[in-house]
């Protein structure tokens, strides 16, 4: 057992956390290289990945506060312990409905540090202001300014669907990221976070310096927790999890990494926790969708629909660097919005192709997303959609596959029209969709050296190898399965596999019937 843990839920103060002896899991060796090696920086991460907390972190290290890394990487790295002055804008800190809105704001923040470093009479607009700022605040302490910026794209995000509004706020924000450029010689260090990567051109300005570190090995894991430090700093954490909740530390890691872990931001990447989620789960001793439920980027979904996004793409699409890490305001398809914001991640990468595979990093994203998806191409009747899903999934435990079909039958059946408008594409999208949902026992579109089964789904005793067709024959779906391979992968697995066909009828909309092979031995059930 450990002692009493205090786990940093929500909290994005260095000082605070140090201060109040909260589980801290080091990451101010990346602070103490970054401050040595670059002038200009810049980090994408998705929402609640720590940004806030480690550029809160670049705060106290350029304030000089020495006392706040006794005992961490860079308290042992660091020598001189300098005090500069220090200019933090947070940009997320309000909702954006206008540029009024947003120009207040920064008035707001820029009008703080006047009240320190004095103001200029003559300077009144934005890009006056903090040019002048800078250069008194190096005159007046005879050190270089360091500038932190958290979140810079959280204004363009807010008004991503509004061609009038956006162009107004990339004028306002050029005009306020401008002075990094023209105030070079005052400063000594830049560092900019946000989710998303917009072109120099529409927000930065000039500024075309920055060291783009979002996708480098060497800080893969500068946010989120990796599975070494899980295995190590975090493991009394782990084993205090695993005995709560009555299961071994390493079935305790099993189900940590499938929920949470899974990001790969970088070719050769470690592999990345979800921060937010992994300490919730710790400290309630509870496998939940922590992310999802801390909100839900309503722009994301607008943009999947805006660029006839292919939704089931998500369960895995091989891409080009260009496609997918490309400007926000330049993409052509969703596929860089839903990469850098943590909807999908980078599960592989083949040097011969230099194509990169991207698919969902672990199930809580996998149905976080999908089930917000839900209204817009299945149904908007959520109880209906929860009481399927979850008798489905205790069905299909015990075994009792024809009653788990019948609940499908039911459930496609009761779904409106209108979302089958597109004949076989609807079919494949709804099931797709409802497959994910499933997916603490679910893969879908499971690759092999043939080609790839629509489902597997495991149990504990059993592992069932699905072949779904459309308006088609089950006997041919069987076939299909055997002449393909489906099943040679989980031979030597020793559950017993069972091979299911399921036909779908678009004049009925819903499954006409299913064949059911457990060793040779078929039991067909039509409709």
Known sequence: MTGHVKYPIGIQTFSEIIKGKYLYVDKTEYVYNLAQDYKYVFLSRPRRFGKSLLTSTFEAYFEGRKELFQGLKAGELETEWIKYPVFRFDMSTAKY?????????LNSQIAQ?????????INKDIKGRLESLY???????????????????????EVMHDDEKLTEFRNLMRAFYSPIKSSDSYIRFA???????????????EINNLKKISMLDDYDAICGISKEEV???????????ARKRNESFDKAVEELTAQYDGYHFSINSKDIFNPFSLLNALS??????????????SWLIEQLRTLNFKIEDLGGSQAAISSFDVATENAT???????????????????????FTLAFPNNEVKVGLVDNLMP??????????DVFIGNFGWKMNDDKVDEALSLMRSFLSGIDYIYYQDGEKSYHLIFFLIANLLCSHVETEVHNSAGRSDVVMKTKSHIYVFEFKFQGKLDKALLQIDEKGYTIPYESDGRKIVKIAVNFNNEIRTIDGWAIDRDGEINYTTF
């Not at 560092?191 to 300005?205: A, D, M, N, V």
């Not at 295995?231 to 999890?241: A, D, G, K, M, V």
């Not at 817009?376 to 959609?385: F, G, L």
């Open 135 to 157: 250069r008194r605040a190096y005159e007046k302490t005879g050190q270089k300014v360091v500038i932190l910026i958290d979140e810079y794209d959280s204004p363009i995000l």
């Open 113 to 121: 540090y006047e009240k320190i470093y004095g103001d200029d009479p």
């Open 191 to 205: 560092f900019i976070t946000g989710i998303t990567k917009f072109s120099q051109l529409s927000i930065f300005s």
């Open 231 to 241: 295995l190590t700093q975090l493991r009394p954490n782990i084993e205090e999890f």
């Open 97 to 105: 409905q206008n540029v009024e809105d947003c120009k207040n704001r």
């Open 284 to 297: 309630d001793s509870l496998l939940d969708n922590y992310w999802f439920d801390s909100g839900t980027q």
């Open 333 to 355: 398809n969703a596929l860089p919005i839903l990469f850098q914001s943590g909807y999908l991640t980078i599960k592989s990468y083949d040097p011969r192709t230099k194509l």
């Open 376 to 385: 817009y191409y299945v149904t908007k009747n959520i109880q209906a959609k």
